[in-house]
C-alpha cells in the first residue's frame, strides 16, 4: 500500500498564503492551521481586555495590539495569532510588510473549548521561547477565572490564579493592576471556578 506523503509549506509559502487569505491561519512545522471565529463571550472579553488595557498603558512606554498582529517565535518557526499582545519599547517587525511582531511582552489568550489545550500546551512551550516575553495570561470565557504565568529572572514561570470578581489582575512586568470585574464586565459566566 502506498503512502500521500504530506508537502510542508516553507515559511515563505506559509507567509503568501496567509497574507492573500480571507481567513486567519496559524503556522508550525510546515502546516497551516485556519483559525474558527469566535463565540460572543470570547468577542466581549477580547474588547474588555483590549479597552482596560489601552487605558492603563496610556501616556506608559508600553501599548497593546489585537489579534490581527501575527507573532513569529524565532526559535521554532511558529506564526501565532494571540488574542492581545503588549509590546514594551521599540516595535520589532520581522520584514516590510510590517505584519509579524518578534517582541511581545505580554501574551493574552482567551480559552475557547476548541483551543485551550493549545493554548495552555504546544502554544505556551513556544511562546516561552521568546526572549522579550514577560508574562502570559490565560483569561477562561467560561467562568471568571484568570492564570497567568511570569518569567523570572532565572527563566523559570511562576504561577498566579485569580478568581472570583473582586480579584485583581497584576501585571507586575509592567506595573499595571486590572480589576477582574472589569474584565468581565457584562459577560455571563460563572462567577466561581468549576
Known amino acids: 500500500m502506498s503512502s500521500n506523503p504530506v508537502t510542508k509549506l516553507t515559511e515563505q509559502e506559509y507567509l503568501a498564503l496567509d497574507r492573500a487569505a480571507e481567513i486567519r491561519s496559524e503556522f508550525l512545522d510546515g502546516e497551516m492551521f485556519a483559525m474558527s471565529g469566535a463565540a460572543p463571550r470570547h468577542i466581549f472579553l477580547h474588547a474588555n481586555l483590549l479597552a482596560e488595557m489601552h487605558a492603563a498603558l496610556r501616556g506608559r512606554e508600553c501599548r497593546v495590539g489585537g489579534p490581527d498582529f501575527r507573532v513569529r517565535v524565532s526559535a521554532t518557526g511558529m506564526y501565532a495569532y494571540p488574542d492581545l499582545v503588549v509590546i514594551c519599547g521599540k516595535l520589532l517587525l520581522m ?39 514577560q508574562e502570559y495570561v490565560l483569561v477562561d470565557q467560561n467562568q471568571v477565572q484568570i492564570e497567568q504565568y511570569t518569567r523570572q529572572p532565572d527563566n523559570t514561570w511562576t504561577f498566579r490564579d485569580y478568581q472570583g470578581l473582586d480579584a485583581e489582575l497584576k501585571l507586575d512586568s509592567i506595573g499595571v493592576t486590572l480589576p477582574v470585574q472589569r474584565i468581565y464586565d457584562r459577560i455571563d459566566v460563572q462567577s466561581e471556578p468549576a
Request: charged residues 30%.
Open 95 to 133: 520584514d516590510a510588510h510590517q505584519d509579524i511582531l518578534l517582541n511581545p511582552a505580554i501574551i493574552f489568550e482567551i480559552l475557547s473549548p476548541s483551543t485551550e489545550e493549545d493554548d495552555r500546551g504546544l502554544k505556551f512551550r513556544h511562546y516561552r521561547t521568546i526572549e522579550s516575553l
